[in-house]
């Protein structure tokens, strides 16, 4: 579990708390943990945690709970399983390839809660974008082919460096998003372009100097980079996958056998953190408040100031079906399929209902 005092942890004190629901603490049994520490990746998604801590849901659940920010997927990924942290916001497909061995040794890990869906952006510099239209006035397959035939000029010309495209972590919908996009545009993502990873608070920078040629990412990455002049978005994730879950909380499954009241505490105020989003008539200025303090997103939130967090640009769905859904992860695993098999890998189906059972959001919320 980390320590309070590390440099990167986050405990801000909640401010003009709003109300809350009755707690269900009085019915349901004591959290085994008085307090506990979650990761979390600077990302409009990670919302709920922070409106759960911010907001007081946490502490209504009688857990206090620390938010620190990691700053890569592998990092938190890594703190995770050594049981630095006591759980994460994650990338949908993380609690599978952790509990898989994908990238490091296996470690159970579940997704108890859908913490988002959609919320991506495809973008790229404005020498690869010339000619694309926004994605609301075109196809994501008509500046798919655009690229294409772009690329095939340059071949024409003598050029013969590919595009270098980042996503933010081998095993995500980033990952799956660009390639489906590449594929509109008959691209082959092995040949006619280089794939990287990239932590998302270097996306803009990295563009921005000329060591990326392009990214797939979430708010408020993208929208940054067109505000900023550095690239433009050419194309979204909730086109291209529509519907998709795009974070969860993840916990390793011994860490929710050693604690499950507190997981139950968890979900509870997280579900509670979103019907006040959901509900209350401030509760947009409020969360966009507490995602810009320092302490979270900083000042890559200021070009956000008057929009919502599911604004056009990425149709962001922040608690929307917090119930995890096994027909939603059955689908995920079939598109992740292709990248397992040139590991000579294969996803099981009994390893992916253990991943995203609803069995615990049912427990907690007695569904």
């Given at each position: ?104 040794a296996p470690c159970e890990t579940l ?111 993208g929208s940054l980079a067109q505000h ?19 974070k969860v909380l993840g916990v390793t ?115």
């Amino acid at each position: 579990m980390s320590d309070a005092s590390q440099t990167n942890s986050i405990a801000t004190s909640a401010t003009s708390t709003p109300s809350t629901p009755t707690s269900a603490t009085s019915t349901a049994a004591k959290p085994e943990l008085s307090a506990l520490t979650l990761g979390f990746i600077p990302l409009l998604d990670a919302a709920l945690l922070v409106i759960a801590r911010e907001g007081g849901f946490f502490e209504s659940e009688g857990i206090e709970v620390t938010l620190s920010r990691e700053n890569a997927w592998s990092t938190l990924r890594d703190k995770v399983a050594a049981g630095m942290l006591d759980g994460a916001h994650m990338l949908a497909p993380m609690p599978l390839a952790m509990s898989l061995g994908l990238s490091r040794a296996p470690c159970e890990t579940l997704a108890p809660i859908v913490l988002s869906r959609h919320g991506n952006t495809v973008v790229l510099s404005e020498r690869y974008a010339e000619g694309m239209l926004s994605p609301s006035q075109t196809s994501p397959a008509d500046n798919a082919r655009k690229l294409r035939q772009l690329l095939d000029q340059r071949r024409l010309s003598g050029a013969i460096s590919p595009p270098r495209l980042a996503m933010v972590y081998p095993w995500s919908c980033q990952h799956l998003l660009l390639r489906r996009w590449l594929s509109l545009g008959d691209i082959d993502p092995q040949d006619s372009v280089e794939l990287v990873a990239l932590p998302p608070p270097r996306m803009v920078d990295a563009l921005r100097e000329g060591q990326i040629d392009g990214f797939c990412v979430g708010e408020p990455w993208g929208s940054l980079a067109q505000h900023r002049d550095v690239g433009r978005i050419v194309a979204r994730g909730a086109d291209l996958m529509p519907g998709h879950p795009e974070k969860v909380l993840g916990v390793t499954a011994s860490w929710a056998r050693r604690y499950p009241s507190t997981l139950a505490a968890l979900v509870r105020a997280l579900q509670a953190a979103a019907d006040w989003l959901h509900s209350a008539a401030d509760a947009m200025p409020r969360t966009r408040g507490w995602l810009a303090l320092p302490p979270y997103l900083d000042r890559s939130m200021s070009h956000l100031d008057q929009q919502p967090l599911n604004n056009p640009t990425a149709d962001l769905r922040i608690g929307d079906e917090l119930r995890p859904r096994l027909t939603d992860f059955i689908v995920l695993a079939q598109q992740l399929q292709p990248l397992l098999e040139m590991r000579d890998r294969q996803i099981d189906s009994p390893t992916v209902e253990a991943c995203y059972s609803a069995v615990h959001f049912d427990a907690a919320t007695h569904q």
